[in-house]
Nanobody, 125 residues
């Protein structure tokens, strides 16, 4: 069992930055990968970024590549999403996700087993 809590969301103007954090508790060391997804009003939840626990391998959606960076601090059981040059289209609820023990890094929503409740990111123009 893994519990995830997102934080760091807020309201920023276009071009600004935010750093999201996902604090994990429970059997977190058993998770093989962590991911970030977002859901804008009226749209489906979409992949944003992912990172594996052992090798530091990362993946990003094309829409955020070069602007967002996912990282981890295993000593703190925390995964971060640094978001730079934010755009209005980045506005969404951002969710942290964890996959059950295994290998690899995953970009597909259905591959994840545990989810946080989300944190709101709003980017104004």
């Amino acid at each position: 069992q893994v519990q995830l809590v997102e934080s760091g969301g807020g309201l920023v103007q276009a071009g600004g930055s935010l750093r999201l954090a996902c604090a994990a508790s429970g059997r977190t060391v058993s998770s093989s990968a962590m991911g970030w997804f977002r859901q804008a009003p009226g749209k489906e939840r979409q992949f944003v970024a992912a990172i594996n626990w052992s090798g530091g391998v990362t993946r990003y959606a094309d829409s955020v590549t070069g602007r967002f960076t996912v990282s981890r601090d295993n000593a703190k059981n925390t995964v971060y999403l640094q978001m730079n040059i934010l755009k209005p289209e980045d506005t969404a609820i951002y969710y942290c996700a964890a996959r059950a023990p295994g290998s690899g890094v995953y970009t597909v929503l259905t591959y994840y087993d545990y989810w946080g409740q989300g944190t709101q990111v709003t980017v104004s123009s």
